[in-house]
Each structure stands twice: as structure tokens, then as C-alpha cells.
């Protein structure tokens, strides 16, 4: 089978990419060794903050702004609520480049953003202690994504607009020719004008063999559900959080419709290989996210269930965006480090602008690979 475009690995930004180029009217194949939404990699686990003021960087602003009008217009294409309003939180000390980025990338785009001290918080947010020298900063236009129902409606709505879906399929190679881009699975061999790499913790091995070394390393990660009264800490009363420790970054959200208050510990974590059997959440994780809630969040009640992800961790944390340096019939999206989802809408969009104009009208010099040469 020939296709115009092979989408290589249909994770969040592989599903939105092929969603993107199959409404372009593109001949597109998607696929993954697994059969999305699944939990093999990053994109499970309920829930993701999607947040506009952006700790991380002002240059990510424009490319979340997008993100959100494409969210609200897949929202309105299947009928059904994606982007769940609650607001975000950041809390933090003062001085640090996180918070500071969050309150001057507000300024710069005129986001709304509610700025307090420590008592001021917790007197608005009675479920949360805030140490006396921190300070929050509240976004009330943030929230959270429902993660498995957005890849899951990407993938219907690329299937209406004539994309094929492949699913528990490996790929084992990809070669370029001269008139075409080899794509080689575990069953059979494919053929595309090009091809979009998007396989998440897996497209490290996958660019080695396309002579690319992609400095993305993946880790293991946890997070976890507690049970919560939501009178404090349901989502109609409580927003998604994130807090910078001295050593550590933790993240969490309100109790959605019961499910329990979610934690997570965004930092730290150990280097695996994807391939191997996953290290199931254990006594030790739940040490850690227990003491963090046992502190910041006092009335919170026992575990409910803990689970495991991983994050493709680029060096810088910032991601990989970008085409082959030497073919342009490929592309390639990758270590998103954790902060990724938020944008998987606007990454799908960027993707088909490459394979049908070449460029993008963002600025992606801070993606590029070149940073790392």
C-alpha cells in the first residue's frame, strides 16, 4: 500500500497530526504497536493541565493560545467536553524563573492571572497550606484535558475524514528512497511520499536508524488518586495545581466527578528502556506523593490507586519540533518531557503545515535540533 503520508506511532501528537492531514485531504495511514488510547506511554492517565501562562517559557504562549481554539473546535466537532475549566494555580517563591515566567508571560499577552500571598491563598483555596514566603499565581481561563477522550476523538474524527488506523503494529525501520520513504513493520512493508515520526519514547531508536541522534531520554513516572471530600477539593470548588519545593516539582488536580484528588511528581524519575516490562507503582512512590500531600494538602484521605507513565526527557525540557536535516519528506515531533499533551492540537496543525507547505508560521527555532549540535 502507497499513502501520501505515513503518521509513525498515534499517541496524542501522532492522532492529532493524522486527525490534521487526513481534514487536509491527504491519503494517511496512522500507526501504533499498541491501540490507542492506551496506557503504554504518555498519554493515559484521565487528565493533563492545559495552562496558558506559562512557567516554562514565554515562547510557548502563541503556540498554547492555538492550541486552545483547536481543542474548543474539536470539542465542538464531537460533541462532547474536552477542556474542562477550572483554573490552574502555581505556587512558589517569589524570585523563581518559573513563577516570574508565569507573571511575565501574562503581562505579554494580556492573559488574566490572579496574583496572592500565602495567606491570601489558602484563605481562597481552604484545602491547601501555602508556606508563608511562597506566593501563587491563579489562572482562571486554565484547566484540564480529559486525555483518553481527546486521542480517542482524534481518532474517530481522522477515520471520518479517510484515514486508516493501524494499530498493535511495530515499526521496525523506515527507509528512505529516492522516490518514496520505505516504512517497514513487524508484518509487512509500506510505502509514503512522507512520513511523520511521532512515536513518543520509541523515536529514539527509530531516528538512529535515519542517522539522527536524538537526545531524549525516557523515564519513569508516577502519579496517583486519593480519596478527597469534594466540598474541598472537587472540581467545581478546586483548580489544577503545581508546586516548586525547594528540590522538588509536584502537580495535581481536583477531585473530577468523585474520581479523588490526583498527585504527581513532575521532576526526578529513573531512565528506562520502553521496551521493558514497566516497574509497577510501588511503596516508594507512594512515600513520596503522600508526604507532599500530607503537607500541602492536608485533609486529603488514602490512596486509591497509583499507576506509571513515561516522560521523554529532552535535555533542556523544551521540545523537539522539526524536519530531518537532510530530507524533508521527514518529520518529527518528540521529548515533550512531560508538558507535552496541552499541545498536541497545535502539534498536529504544525505537522500537516510541514508536510503540505514545508514551513510553519510559528517560530520554531527552539525546537529545532540544531540546538543540540
Given at each position: ?251 495535581g488536580f481536583p477531585s473530577d466527578n468523585g474520581a479523588g484528588l490526583k498527585v504527581g511528581r513532575h521532576d526526578g524519575g529513573e531512565a528506562i528502556n520502553p521496551n521493558d516490562e514497566r516497574i509497577a507503582f510501588n511503596a516508594h512512590d507512594e512515600q513520596q506523593l503522600t508526604q507532599f500531600l500530607n503537607r500541602y494538602m492536608p ?75
Amino acid at each position: 500500500m502507497h499513502y501520501d503520508v505515513i503518521v509513525v506511532g498515534a499517541g496524542s501528537m501522532g492522532m492529532a497530526a493524522g486527525y490534521q492531514l487526513a481534514k487536509a485531504g491527504k491519503h494517511v495511514l496512522i500507526i501504533d504497536r499498541y491501540n490507542p488510547p492506551h496506557d503504554h506511554a504518555s498519554h493515559h492517565g484521565e487528565t493533563r493541565i492545559i495552562r496558558y501562562a506559562y512557567g516554562e517559557g514565554q515562547n510557548y504562549v502563541p503556540l498554547l493560545l492555538r492550541a486552545r481554539e483547536l481543542w474548543q473546535e474539536l470539542e465542538k466537532e464531537v460533541h462532547k467536553e474536552l477542556l474542562v475549566q477550572v483554573g490552574a494555580i502555581n505556587v512558589g517563591r517569589s524570585d523563581s524563573t518559573f513563577m516570574q515566567n508565569v507573571i511575565t508571560s501574562a503581562k505579554r499577552y494580556e492573559l488574566p492571572l490572579e496574583l496572592r500571598n500565602a495567606s491570601e491563598t489558602m484563605e481562597r483555596f481552604p484545602g491547601m497550606y501555602v508556606p508563608e514566603d511562597f506566593i501563587s499565581c491563579f489562572e482562571p481561563t486554565a484547566g484540564f484535558l480529559r486525555v483518553e477522550d481527546c486521542v480517542q476523538a482524534y481518532r474517530e474524527r481522522a477515520i471520518y475524514y479517510g484515514a486508516t488506523v493501524l494499530v498493535n503494529t511495530a515499526v521496525m525501520n523506515i527507509v528512505p528512497k529516492e522516490a518514496h520513504i520505505e516504512v517497514h513493520t513487524s508484518l509487512t512493508k509500506l510505502t509514503a511520499n512522507q512520513v511523520v515520526i511521532t512515536a513518543g519514547a520509541w523515536a529514539k531508536e527509530l531516528l538512529h536508524q535515519l542517522n539522527i541522534s536524538l537526545p531524549v531520554t525516557p523515564t519513569r513516572k508516577t502519579f496517583a488518586w486519593y480519596d478527597a471530600d469534594d466540598a474541598l477539593y472537587g472540581n467545581e470548588h478546586y483548580p489544577t495545581f503545581g508546586f516548586e519545593l525547594e528540590n522538588a516539582l509536584y502537580y495535581g488536580f481536583p477531585s473530577d466527578n468523585g474520581a479523588g484528588l490526583k498527585v504527581g511528581r513532575h521532576d526526578g524519575g529513573e531512565a528506562i528502556n520502553p521496551n521493558d516490562e514497566r516497574i509497577a507503582f510501588n511503596a516508594h512512590d507512594e512515600q513520596q506523593l503522600t508526604q507532599f500531600l500530607n503537607r500541602y494538602m492536608p485533609q486529603h484521605g488514602p490512596l486509591k490507586v497509583g499507576k506509571t507513565c513515561m516522560y521523554a526527557m529532552t535535555p533542556d525540557e523544551d521540545f523537539i519540533i522539526d524536519q530531518h536535516p537532510t530530507d524533508a519528506r521527514i518529520h518529527i515531533a518528540a521529548g515533550f518531557s512531560g508538558h507535552g499533551f496541552k499541545f498536541a492540537a497545535v502539534v498536529g496543525e504544525l505537522l500537516k503545515d510541514f508536510v503540505i507547505d514545508g514551513n510553519s508560521t510559528f517560530d520554531l527555532t527552539d525546537f529545532s535540533l540544531q540546538r543540540f549540535n
